[in-house]
């Protein structure tokens, strides 16, 4: 492996790294804002905006390397996801089991985008 195809693969991993953490932070700042209540209550409003501004920093920094139509597939599937469990363990959304096959079905979405990625 020539060293730029090694700077180009570590680049790509990291910029997935950060799309994934980017994700993770949309589904705090989301759920933060069920508890914020229309931004009535001072710190989950707090955590929720600072959250939402983490996750938007690192989904720009991840698309100078990822194309945005993919990084925002990826990243809305993986808060989308994310919410709707925690909705599910927390909330008492309901869990049927066809809302976990359409859940599975973004997961597998999200993985197919992976590993499509040129």
């Keep these: 492996m020539s060293g730029a195809t090694a700077v180009e693969t570590g ?4 910029a997935w790294t950060l799309l994934i953490v980017a994700g993770l932070f ?3 700042f989301a759920t933060a ?3 914020a209540e229309g931004f009535t209550k001072l710190w989950p409003s707090v955590i929720g ?3 939402a501004a983490i996750s938007f920093f690192l989904l720009s920094v991840s698309l100078k390397t990822l194309p945005v139509g993919t990084g925002y597939a990826v990243w ?3 808060g989308a996801v994310g919410v709707a ?3 599910i363990f ?15 079905l973004i ?10 990625q040129a």
């Excluded at 997961?107 to 499509?116: C, D, K, Q, S, T």
């Design 11 to 14: 680049s790509k991993q990291m």
């Design 26 to 28: 949309e589904i705090v």
């Design 33 to 35: 804002l069920k508890q």
């Design 49 to 51: 905006i600072s959250c």
């Design 76 to 78: 809305v599937g993986i």
């Design 85 to 87: 469990l925690a909705g």
């Design 90 to 104: 927390t909330q008492g959304d309901s869990a049927s089991p066809l809302r976990f096959v359409f859940l599975a």
């Design 107 to 116: 997961v597998g979405g999200i993985i197919g985008l992976r590993f499509v």
